[in-house]
């Protein structure tokens, strides 16, 4: 079972920070198909300020609102029919979130397959969409405050307390601009990692 959700002062940090420390997380599912459970292995930051990527460039929408916080509340939103979620970070008013790009899957293996409609384990959660097809995540978890420990939340994986990985940075992947900026952070090795094609036009960096 997984641990206890991240507190909300977790989330309450510079947007890269949080980016980089929620690889090896646990995301965590919940719905009445059973509990899905997965490992963060792949995530990338959106800056609340001179970000023309990130969705609060332009301001506050109704669509956009829940980037704008508190910390620790889901922001989903929908693209070509599919969904993504991101994790709201900073304080309330700073509209910066990290969005989920891969997760290893871990548990509930038959549902994910079911959603997804294939049984090739690296496919499940490779890619935003993805998981959260996998994950069963839509528009009506837009909002959800992942602190509670219900629905929809992020828990350590008290396996990897005494293992190390590297973290790997490159240019973050399907922006029209701030193609550059080095926000995509990622377990170095890692198989469930996307766009593993394009890494060498990013020109990645082992950080640790």
């Known amino acids: 079972m997984p641990g206890e959700p ?9 947007v890269t920070l949080v980016a980089r420390e929620l690889l090896g997380k646990l995301m965590v599912r ?11 292995v792949e995530t ?19 669509k ?4 704008f916080g508190p910390p620790g509340l889901a922001y989903v939103y929908s693209i ?7 994790a709201v970070t900073e304080q309330r008013g700073h509209a910066s979130a990290v969005l989920i790009r891969a ?10 397959q079911r959603r997804r409609g294939t049984s090739k384990l690296v496919d499940l959660c490779r890619g935003p969409a993805r998981l959260c097809e ?13 602190t509670r420990g219900a629905r929809l939340w992020i828990a350590n994986d008290e396996s990897l307390s005494s293992r190390v990985f590297r973290i790997t940075t490159s240019a973050r992947i399907g922006v029209t601009s701030g193609q550059q900026a080095p926000l995509r952070f990622f377990i170095d090795g890692s198989p469930f990692v996307s766009g593993l094609k394009r890494l060498h036009k990013t020109k990645p960096r082992i950080e640790n």
């Open 30 to 40: 919940r719905s009445r198909e059973g509990l899905c459970l997965g490992r963060i």
């Open 134 to 146: 996998a994950l069963a995540i839509d528009r009506s978890l837009d909002g959800w405050d992942m």
């Open 80 to 86: 070509h029919s599919r969904y993504c979620v991101n």
């Open 64 to 67: 956009n609102a829940t980037m």
């Open 103 to 112: 997760l290893e899957p871990l548990s509930a293996i038959e549902i994910m």
């Open 44 to 62: 990338e930051a959106y800056l609340a300020f001179d970000d023309s990527a990130s969705h609060s460039f332009r301001g506050r929408t109704k």
């Open 6 to 14: 991240l507190p909300q002062s977790f989330y309450d940090r510079d």
